[in-house]
């Protein structure tokens, strides 16, 4: 019979955390995340610190998934390459699931802590999407983009926006596809990596 399968500790202490994050902000204690997790108080404090370094290592987990994704070669059309992109979004809250993601963006509304957590992990994520941005203007998939900034904020926000499509009901698959329509139409293919280009 193999070994049973050892328990993640920092793993189920996230998971319990995320969901009491988005109901309680930065009240939350280590004693009621530990409670939820079914553990040891003292074992979750020798594994975290305070509720906000679980946090912190919930984002990183999922940046660092994002990254590597994104670090992937890729080939295909703009739409493959936002399709991706999506992907790489996905996997930054992988370990927050959209609905416990969204409540903690709620909730940041009015937690000043929070706020300031979700904003500069949310500054992570710009910067990786700016750096995908970068690599297929360098690779000529999309020509210049102007205003980075902008069409940076306005990716992002249209991924939360599409995140909230679950939470009504819709299906990955298809808030995957809508979101990567809005997002290629945001930018100019170049003409050198468009199909009819390629064949003329």
């Known amino acids: 019979m193999p070994p049973a399968k050892k328990k993640d500790l920092s793993s189920e202490l996230i998971s319990a955390s ?43 987990r999922g940046y660092s998934q994002m990254e590597r994704l994104l670090r992937e070669p890729i080939t295909g059309s703009l739409e493959d ?4 992109l999506f992907d790489g979004m996905m996997l930054s809250i992988d370990a927050f699931g959209p609905e416990n993601y969204l409540g903690i963006v709620y909730r940041a509304t009015e937690d000043r802590v929070l706020l300031e957590i979700v904003k500069r992990q949310s500054g992570k994520v710009n910067f990786a999407v ?57 930018f100019r293919p170049c003409p050198m990596t468009t199909p009819s280009a390629m064949f003329e």
């Open 18 to 60: 995320l969901p009491l994050f988005a109901e309680k902000g930065t009240t939350l204690t280590m004693e009621e995340i530990a409670a939820k997790a079914g553990v040891d108080a003292a074992a979750a404090r020798e594994r975290f610190e305070d509720p906000v370094d679980v946090l912190h290592e919930a984002y990183r």
């Open 81 to 84: 390459h936002m399709g991706v």
């Open 130 to 186: 700016k750096a995908f941005m970068v690599d297929m203007v360098s690779r000529s998939i999309i020509e210049e983009v102007e205003e980075v900034e902008k069409v940076n904020q306005e990716l992002v926000a249209s991924f939360v926006e599409h995140l909230a499509m679950l939470l009504e009901g819709k299906k990955l698959p298809a808030v995957r596809r809508s979101w990567v329509k809005k997002a290629a139409a945001m």
